[in-house]
T-cell receptor, first 116, second 116 residues
Framework: GAVVSQHPSWVICKSGTSVKIECRSLDFQATTMFWYRQFPKQSLMLMATSNEGSKATYEQGVEKDKFLINHASLTLSTLTVTSAHPEDSSFYIC????????????FGPGTRLTVL | AQSVTQLDSHVSVSEGTPVLLRCNYSSSYSPSLFWYVQHPNKGLQLLLKYTSAATLVKGINGFEAEFKKSETSFHLTKPSAHMSDAAEYFCVVSGSGVEYGNKLVFGAGTILRVKS
């Protein structure tokens, strides 16, 4: 498998501020990472696909100017929630395609965002 | 389009008894199918994966799943439940082809409760 870390594990911020979440691949280079959002008692919804060195591909209905994704290296992707509002409070989870795999994703531990 | 239906939102079993979590899928292509487990406030852990090899797939922690094309099902089973199995389980389908790329489609999840 693959080891994926996220930082921070939880964050509380005031409405209107921006929050950056990091996703790191700890044991191999990941060209493709994914960002998901999970609301309480709901399933995971894909937000965007992050490819190293190119612009992220956003799913329909996800605002790219609000959720900024930067995949600057093969081991790091960041998600910045800009001008956060209480409705952005959620559990954000990243994943990456495993080594030698075209379909198996390995997930980070998630980041709990609470916007006051 | 691809979709996954988990037939039970909640399943409750006694410790030591068998577990059955039901999943039906719909896919235009030959799918890859996965079961992931999520413990509270944690990321997702891959239990097992089907990719058109053996129809009976063995995973970690004693879980297994059987792919039945005629029934479009991929049910997850375990002979004897343990208290540590209490968690939420997601059935997931991954498509192939340019249209779907590496995207995963998640079922709504089944919460497994294990009674002592």
């Amino acid at each position: 498998g693959a080891v994926v870390s996220q930082h921070p594990s939880w964050v509380i911020c005031k409405s209107g501020t921006s929050v950056k979440i990091e996703c790191r691949s700890l044991d191999f280079q990941a060209t493709t990472m994914f960002w998901y959002r999970q609301f309480p008692k709901q399933s995971l919804m894909l937000m965007a696909t992050s490819n190293e060195g190119s612009k992220a591909t956003y799913e329909q209905g996800v605002e790219k100017d609000k959720f900024l994704i930067n995949h600057a290296s093969l081991t790091l992707s960041t998600l910045t929630v800009t001008s956060a509002h209480p409705e952005d409070s959620s559990f954000y989870i990243c994943s990456l395609l495993g080594p030698m795999s075209t379909d198996t994703q390995y997930f980070g531990p998630g980041t709990r965002l609470t916007v006051l | 389009a691809q979709s996954v239906t988990q037939l039970d939102s909640h399943v409750s079993v006694s410790e030591g008894t068998p577990v059955l979590l039901r999943c039906n899928y719909s896919s235009s292509y030959s799918p890859s199918l996965f079961w992931y487990v999520q413990h509270p406030n944690k990321g997702l852990q891959l239990l097992l994966k089907y990719t058109s090899a053996a129809t009976l797939v063995k995973g970690i922690n004693g879980f297994e799943a059987e792919f039945k094309k005629s029934e479009t099902s991929f049910h997850l089973t375990k002979p004897s439940a343990h208290m540590s199995d209490a968690a939420e389980y997601f059935c997931v389908v991954s498509g192939s082809g340019v249209e779907y790329g590496n995207k995963l489609v998640f079922g709504a999840g089944t919460i497994l409760r294990v009674k002592s």
